[in-house]
């Protein structure tokens, strides 16, 4: 998935890009209120983490921009004010969900799994289709009684396509939602990774569609 880091603390940032990247998300940083609504402009994210103080401004006044223009990009802000009434106001003012700094990593990733499980509407963490079960927290697939594990990019390419079973995709749209701008992409590396997942999927009935010209579909019989 695809991610837009709005952070002023240069290490910090680097590391949550190295420690999102690992889990196989795309990640886009800026270190301004105006970075990141040029980047809001021109790309569509599935999740935005969000810092307070930051050069131009409160990160508050961008998030209330952001849920007036009504834009439902879940956002999670990162803050150092920990008072129930700042949390309180957080909230109120859209965000999704907040994290205290200093925090661990570990509990970051885990807000985030929970942030994009409800955003998806499920509200358990294993997800089924058809003859198979998906487990993000394990990054395997369970068809039959065989369990098969899911490299990173292969597990966000089927975050992708299970989220709309029978939506085609096109390589354009998955290019943005699996890499950041800072990437360098090859032409073929949809349908390698397309590939790599298809075998995975050998012995469900699951499988994914290439529509010639179109692009990409899961389908489920």
Same mark, same amino acid.
Not at 164 to 189: G, M, T, W, Y
Not at 192 to 215: F, M, N, P, Q
């Given at each position: 998935?695809?991610?837009? @880091?709005?952070?002023?603390? &240069?290490?910090?940032? !680097?590391?949550?890009?190295?420690? @999102?990247?690992?889990? #196989?998300? &795309?990640?886009?940083?800026? $270190?301004?209120? *105006? ?10 994210? +599935? ?10 401004? +409160? ?17 999670? =802000?990162?803050?150092?004010? %920990?008072? =129930? ?8 003012? #859209?965000?999704? +969900? ?7 990593? &570990? ?7 929970? =942030?994009?499980? !409800?955003?998806? #509407?499920?509200?358990? *963490?294993? !997800? ?10 394990? $990054?395997?697939? *369970?068809?039959? %009684?065989?369990?098969?594990? @899911? ?6 390419? /089927?975050?992708?396509?299970? $989220?709309?079973?029978?939506?085609? /995709? ?11 701008? %800072? ?8 349908? =390698? ?19 010639? #010209? ?8």
């Amino acid at each position: 998935m695809r991610f837009l @880091l709005i952070e002023d603390t &240069a290490d910090l940032a !680097r590391a949550l890009k190295d420690v @999102l990247a690992l889990d #196989g998300h &795309a990640v886009d940083w800026v $270190a301004t209120m *105006t970075g990141a609504d040029d980047c809001l402009a021109t790309t569509t994210y +599935d999740l935005i983490l969000l810092d307070i103080t930051l050069p131009d401004g +409160d990160g508050r006044s961008f998030l209330r921009r952001h849920r007036q223009a009504r834009r439902d990009t879940p956002v999670i =802000v990162m803050t150092a004010r %920990s008072a =129930v009434a700042d949390r309180v106001d957080l909230l109120d003012s #859209g965000a999704d +969900d907040y994290i205290t700094k200093p925090f661990d990593f &570990a509990e970051l990733e885990a807000r985030v799994r929970a =942030v994009l499980r !409800r955003r998806g #509407g499920a509200a358990e *963490t294993v !997800r089924r289709y058809a003859d198979l079960s998906f487990n993000p927290l394990t $990054a395997t697939l *369970t068809i039959g %009684s065989e369990t098969r594990e @899911l490299r990173n990019r292969e597990m966000r390419l /089927f975050e992708i396509l299970l $989220a709309a079973p029978e939506r085609i /995709f096109s390589k354009d749209q998955l290019c943005d939602r699996l890499f950041s701008h %800072s990437e360098s992409v090859s032409d073929n590396a949809i349908e =390698v990774y397309v590939g790599r997942l298809r075998k995975k999927l050998l012995g469900s009935c699951v499988r994914i569609e290439t529509l010639r #010209g179109l692009g990409y579909r899961l389908i489920g019989a």
